[in-house]
C-alpha cells in the first residue's frame, strides 16, 4: 500500500489554459473526494466518488470544473480556461467501505499566472 | 449548510496540555473529524468521534457533545513537532457521506 498519490505535485499555467490531474488512491478504496484548499483555509470540498459515480458535486463548483474517475479506481480533475482565482492545492483523499477517515494525497499546487 | 468555527490561532509551551475547540451547526451531522496538518503538507487524520464522550489516543484526546454542537482536542505533553493546523471537519448525514473542513487552528508550540 502506497497511500494516495497524485500527479503533478506543481503546475504552473497561464491563465485561459486547461489543467488536468490525476489521483491515484489507495487500490481498496472505493470513495475518493476532491478538495481545494487555499492558504490559510481548510480544505473546501469539490466533489465525491463511490466507485466509478460521480454521487456528489460542489455548488461552488463551475462549469469550468470537471471531474472523472471512469473504472474506480484512478480519477481525473480538469479544469478549463484557468481563471487567477483557481490558484490554489488541490487535494485527493480516498476511504474504504468500513471506516470514515480519508487519507490524503501530498496534493497538486497550481499557479495560474 | 454548515458551519464550523474554530480559533484561528493558539499559542502553548512545550510539555504544557493545550484544548482545541470546535463548534458546529449543521443540518444533519453523522461524526466529527479532527485532522492535523503541517505547514505545505496533506491532512493526516487525528480522531473521528460519532457517539458523544471521550475518546484518547496516546498523548491527543477528542472529546464530542452533539446535543451542543460542540468538540474539543485535547493535546497533552506538548512537543515542538505539534506545530500545525488542527482541522475540524464534520461528516454529514445521508449516502453521501460529504465532509465539511473549519477553516483550521495555527498551533504554535514555543519552548
Known amino acids: 500500500d502506497t497511500g494516495v498519490s497524485q500527479d503533478p505535485r506543481h503546475k504552473i499555467t497561464k491563465r485561459g489554459q486547461n489543467v488536468t490531474f490525476r489521483c491515484d488512491p489507495i487500490?481498496?478504496?472505493?470513495?475518493l473526494y476532491w478538495y481545494r484548499q487555499t492558504l490559510g483555509q481548510g480544505p473546501e470540498f469539490l466533489t465525491y466518488?463511490?466507485?466509478?459515480?460521480?454521487?456528489?458535486k460542489s455548488r461552488l463548483l463551475s462549469d469550468r470544473f470537471s471531474a472523472e474517475r471512469p473504472k474506480g479506481s484512478f480519477s481525473t480533475l480538469e479544469i478549463q480556461r484557468t481563471e487567477q482565482g483557481d490558484s490554489a492545492m488541490y487535494l485527493c483523499?480516498?476511504?474504504?467501505?468500513?471506516?470514515?477517515?480519508?487519507?490524503f494525497g501530498p496534493g497538486t499546487r497550481l499557479t495560474v499566472t | 449548510g454548515q458551519n464550523i468555527d474554530q480559533p484561528t490561532e493558539m499559542t502553548a509551551t512545550e510539555g504544557a496540555i493545550v484544548q482545541i475547540n470546535c463548534t458546529y451547526q449543521?443540518?444533519?451531522?453523522?461524526?466529527l473529524f479532527w485532522y492535523q496538518q503541517h505547514a505545505g503538507e496533506a491532512p493526516t487524520f487525528l480522531s473521528y468521534?460519532?457517539?458523544?464522550g471521550l475518546e484518547e489516543k496516546g498523548r491527543f484526546s477528542s472529546f464530542l457533545s452533539r446535543s451542543k454542537g460542540y468538540s474539543y482536542l485535547l493535546l497533552k505533553e506538548l512537543q515542538m513537532k505539534d506545530s500545525a493546523s488542527y482541522l475540524c471537519?464534520?461528516?454529514?448525514?445521508?449516502?453521501?457521506?460529504?465532509?465539511?473542513f473549519g477553516t483550521g487552528t495555527k498551533l504554535q508550540v514555543i519552548p
Open positions: 471537519a464534520v461528516r454529514s448525514s445521508g449516502g453521501y457521506q460529504k465532509v465539511t
Open positions: 468521534n460519532v457517539l458523544d
Open positions: 483523499a480516498s476511504a474504504g467501505t468500513a471506516t470514515y477517515e480519508q487519507y
Open positions: 466518488f463511490q466507485n466509478e459515480a460521480q454521487l456528489e
Open positions: 487500490s481498496e478504496h472505493n470513495r
Open positions: 449543521t443540518s444533519g451531522f453523522n461524526g
